[in-house]
């Protein structure tokens, strides 16, 4: 069984950066890929971004495609995510994820273990 730890959120300004960290804790580490999804208030649960394990493709929604930076230390077990200029509307839960669909996927049922998530808030 895989633990996920997710660290890093906080509360920024319009236009700040964090980075996010989930360490995946377990004696088989090994997922095909893990991704970023993102809670806002009052609303659905939504897909942020992914990266395969192995060979460290990268997959972004559309509307964070060059603010956020999805990456991972295989060696610590650790995925991260590099948020720059961050906007009021990208505040919410941000949840890491192992995903069980090879190469990625944007859909929540393709993700099988999940963090106890991480709050970024973001006032402008």
């Known amino acids: 069984q895989v633990h996920l730890v997710e660290s890093g959120g906080g509360l920024v300004q319009t236009g700040d950066s964090l980075r996010l960290s989930c360490a995946g804790v377990?004696?088989?580490?090994?997922?095909?890929?893990m991704g970023w999804f993102r809670q806002a208030p009052e609303k659905e649960r939504e897909f942020v971004a992914a990266i395969t394990w192995m060979g460290g493709n990268t997959y972004y929604e559309e509307s964070v495609k060059g603010r956020l930076t999805i990456s991972r230390d295989r060696a610590k077990n650790t995925l991260y995510l590099q948020m720059n200029n961050l906007e009021p509307a990208e505040a919410g839960v941000y949840y890491c994820?192992?995903?069980?669909?090879?190469?990625?996927?944007?859909?929540?049922?393709?993700?099988?273990?999940w963090g106890q998530g991480t709050q970024v808030t973001v006032s402008s």
């Open positions: 377990g004696r088989t580490f090994r997922p095909y890929s």
């Open positions: 994820a192992t995903g069980d669909a090879y190469p990625v996927s944007m859909l929540q049922a393709d993700y099988g273990d």
